[in-house]
């Protein structure tokens, strides 16, 4: 998983000050009817038969020595390998390792994600390894996810370009920090947040890919396309289970997906922090969508999609209350570009700054 707010990478280009990680506020928990447990536990046919089917089993899955020098060659050939991959990353410029450094931050931060979406009601693991569907689901998702932090970490390791002690250190606070996305141990926020966050996720390692491309590392290109691939699979899944949502209880279902958006589908990594900038994480996303790999017309484009996938606009036989975020969420997307054609103009509007990136031996990049 990974990438941001308007919800998503919602960055004007101005310098933000004095916003240091906020201590949690409270929080509505544990939100869905006892009843609806229900619905998930009735649906657990279901899951096995569509849900399941969408993991990729191991025998056939790549792993991260896949695409990293072999450490079993003799030390001579292991080091040219090294040094091929030092080469093919001396031309990417500072700021795209600055973005694949966030991306890979956002993804060893694992462990949150896994005990926050464990943590839903009708579909959690209650002693860590269940044969129930939706924690087989679960499990199988993160040891997938699991390979994506791994192999970009090693890889960004042996490329030189980075502060491995920082990136660690910012992990370290990360994990410690938690992700708080407001999903109320509740499986219809946690679906529909996940179908955004993948897709988003999707798009973002695929523009790197294209970037990599650019820059002449076509392995690390492929490696992001790889990684992409798997997170569109992964969204996949996750619109299915909504899908399903909307048509065995719509209302709800629909609610969900305005209550969540209402609320922002923030970043996973949103807590980031490298015990130096206490506006890591803005300025992170400002570069991200300085260089084009997510911003918030991304976010809108996300949106509409969705819209489009669900049927949300032809849905019928809503409550008063799924009608109320029928409309809501059916004229959100003109709202979110307007939006951002304001801060797009404002941000031109302002002198470009610069900003030290504890991750790049705090070398300044030009925001
Ligand atoms: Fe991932
Ligand atoms: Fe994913």
């Not at 938690?178 to 798009?203: H, I, K």
């Not at 209880?249 to 958006?261: E, H, K, R, T, Y």
Request: with cysteine.
């Amino acid at each position: 998983m990974q990438i941001q707010t308007l919800p998503l990478a919602c960055t004007s280009l101005k310098p933000i000050v004095n916003i240091s990680p906020q201590p949690l506020k409270e929080r509505k928990t544990y939100s869905m009817p006892p009843e609806k447990v229900e619905i998930f536990k009735s649906l657990e046919g279901w899951a096995s038969e569509k849900v399941l089917p969408m993991l990729k089993p191991v025998e056939q899955s790549w792993q991260p020595q896949t695409f990293l020098p072999d450490s079993s060659l003799p030390t001579g050939e292991f080091c040219d390998q090294v040094k091929a991959l030092r080469d093919r990353t001396k031309e990417i410029p500072d700021e795209y390792f600055v973005v694949l450094v966030g991306n890979m931050i956002t993804e060893e931060a694992l462990p949150s994600y896994q005990t926050a979406l464990n943590n839903q009601d009708g579909i959690r693991d209650d002693y860590g390894a269940s044969p129930n569907p939706w924690a087989v689901w679960l499990r199988g998702w993160s040891a997938e996810e699991n390979r994506h932090g791994d192999l970009l970490k090693t890889y960004l390791y042996l490329s030189g370009r980075v502060d491995m002690e920082r990136i660690e250190r910012t992990i370290h606070y990360l994990i410690a920090a938690g992700w708080d996305a407001q999903l109320e141990n509740n499986p219809y926020f946690g679906s529909v947040y996940t179908s955004f966050q993948e897709r988003a996720t999707f798009m973002a390692h695929g523009n790197i890919a294209r970037l990599a491309k650019k820059s002449g590392d076509q392995v690390l290109a492929q490696i992001c396309g790889t990684i992409a691939a798997d997170e569109k699979r992964h969204e996949k899944v996750y619109t299915r289970i909504v899908e399903k949502l909307l048509e065995v209880d719509p209302s709800c279902a629909m609610v969900a997906i305005g209550d969540m958006l209402e609320k922002k589908i923030v970043m996973p990594a949103h807590l980031m922090y490298d015990g130096e900038d206490p506006n890591l994480f803005q300025h992170f996303s400002a570069v991200l969508q300085r260089i084009g790999v997510y911003s918030t017309d991304d976010f809108a484009d996300i949106l509409e999609f969705l819209i489009g996938q669900w049927g949300l606009e032809k849905l019928e036989g809503l409550t008063s209350h799924g009608k109320k975020a029928q409309d809501f969420v059916c004229g959100l997307t003109p709202r979110i570009r307007k939006f951002q054609e304001r801060a797009h103009d404002q941000a031109h509007k302002m002198k470009p700054y610069g900003i030290k990136f504890s991750w790049i031996f705090n070398k300044e990049l030009v925001l």
